[in-house]
């Protein structure tokens, strides 16, 4: 089992920044595709960005590219999300979710979320 916590959360204004971190529990997180999700009050969990193991490749959801970047460092057992320019639209619980293939759609491993919140 492998143990995901996301910090760094909090209240920022518009067009502000906040950086995520995403730290795991076992060095075996070096070999896991991850990637971050977000969920806002009455909406489904949406897909924000996801790295490979390697960090090679980045993917992001359109509505965050260019002002959010995801990356990682391996050798701290840990990803980040750094946000910048947040909007109002932005709030929500986000979470960092782990996986084990880089093709597999289902995540394995979740944290418990941390909430950011944006005021205009």
């Known amino acids: 089992q492998v143990q995901l916590a996301e910090s760094g959360g909090g209240l920022v204004q518009a067009g502000g920044s906040l950086r995520l971190s995403c730290a795991a529990s076992?060095?075996?997180?070096?070999?896991?595709?991850m990637g971050w999700f977000r969920q806002a009050p009455g909406k489904e969990r949406e897909f924000v960005a996801a790295?490979?193991?390697?960090?090679?490749?980045?993917h992001y959801a359109d509505s965050v590219k260019g002002r959010f970047a995801i990356f990682r460092d391996n050798a701290k057992n840990t990803m980040y999300l750094q946000m910048n320019n947040l909007q109002p639209e932005d709030t929500a619980v986000y979470y960092c979710?782990?996986?084990?293939?880089?093709?597999?759609?289902?995540?394995?491993?979740w944290g418990q979320g941390t909430q950011v919140t944006v005021s205009s």
């Open positions: 790295i490979s193991w390697s960090a090679a490749v980045t």
């Open positions: 979710g782990g996986k084990y293939a880089d093709y597999a759609v289902m995540y394995d491993y």
């Open positions: 076992r060095p075996a997180f070096r070999r896991f595709a």
